[in-house]
């Protein structure tokens, strides 16, 4: 449960980019709540980097360090783990399998996404404001045969985990229409969609339902600004509001468009290779 609850917008700054080779290093900084139990705050970083249909995130946290290859073409996603030197392959399911297969039930989420009029120029670049709201049943969280334990299912019963923030998105910056042409790509690519979201093990309940009420900012979310709480009854719901909130501060600190080599998106050499 720890790897969402710390690193809520790892997963959410994935992007690539359909005609230019673009570069994001993006540090997230992470305090109080759950992140607050090992007794100071974690500032996980991500590089992303672009080329064509292609993308390739590298996470440095202090929890894990690893990187997930995304590409279109070839519909699959790679995950590198540089501890392990394993290369594990995720393709989608084939289509007549998917449709034949039942779709499984999620957690109920509740999210949106609406502009303030606001803006502010941050390191000299104007950037627009919205304000974004999640709510995600936790006691539904093993619907659609989750692998929670029983038990833990039956602690989250009556808790709510709820998101609320503002991202100030940036628009007139290389990279920006890179940014939104890939997520229309990815929003057309089906089910490998969603194992890109999911592959790095980071995302959170609720992220792809935010992401796609992103779908009509035309920009580059340059700085996230979010808190999390809980709400709701029992010994769970207790014990994580004793914990207090967890704030979450992303912010985008380089973008440049220097080529990049073909290499970066393939597997190292002397990796094992793992396929799913």
Not at 33 to 40: E, I, L, R, T, V
Not at 101 to 106: F, K, T
Not at 226 to 238: D, H, L, P
Not at 245 to 257: D, E, L
Request: proline residues 6%.
């Amino acid at each position: 449960m720890r790897s969402w609850l710390t690193a809520p917008l790892v997963v959410a700054l994935c992007t690539a980019a359909v005609h230019a080779d673009v570069t994001i290093v993006t540090t997230t900084t992470i305090d109080g709540g759950m992140a607050a139990m090992g007794g100071q705050s974690m500032s996980p970083k991500i590089t992303n980097r672009i080329k064509g249909l292609k993308s390739r995130n590298d996470i440095d946290a202090q929890m894990i360090q690893m990187a997930t290859i995304a590409d279109l073409v070839g519909k699959q996603v790679i995950v590198l783990r540089p501890d392990q030197r394993t290369a594990q392959i995720i393709t989608p399911a084939p289509a007549a399998a998917a449709k034949d297969a039942p779709a499984p039930a999620g957690p109920s989420i509740e999210s949106s996404v609406s502009p303030t009029g606001k803006s502010q120029v941050i390191d000299g670049i104007k950037c627009d404001e919205y304000t974004f709201s999640t709510a995600v049943n936790m006691s539904e969280l093993n619907v659609g045969g989750g692998t929670m334990p029983p038990e833990a299912a039956e602690m989250m019963k009556g808790v709510r985990m709820l998101l609320k923030g503002s991202i100030w998105v940036a628009k007139d910056i290389p990279g920006a229409a890179d940014y939104l042409a890939f997520q229309k790509a990815v929003a057309g690519a089906g089910d490998l969609g969603s194992v890109i979201s999911g592959a790095s093990g980071m995302g959170m309940p609720g992220l792809d339902k935010m992401m796609k009420s992103m779908a009509n900012v035309n920009g580059l979310a340059y700085l996230t600004e979010m808190t999390m709480t809980v709400e709701g009854t029992g010994q769970m719901a207790e014990m994580m509001q004793q914990m207090g909130p967890m704030k979450i501060t992303s912010k985008v600190t380089s973008i440049t468009t220097d080529p990049i080599a073909d290499d970066v998106f393939e597997i190292p050499a002397g990796y094992t290779i793992v396929k799913q």
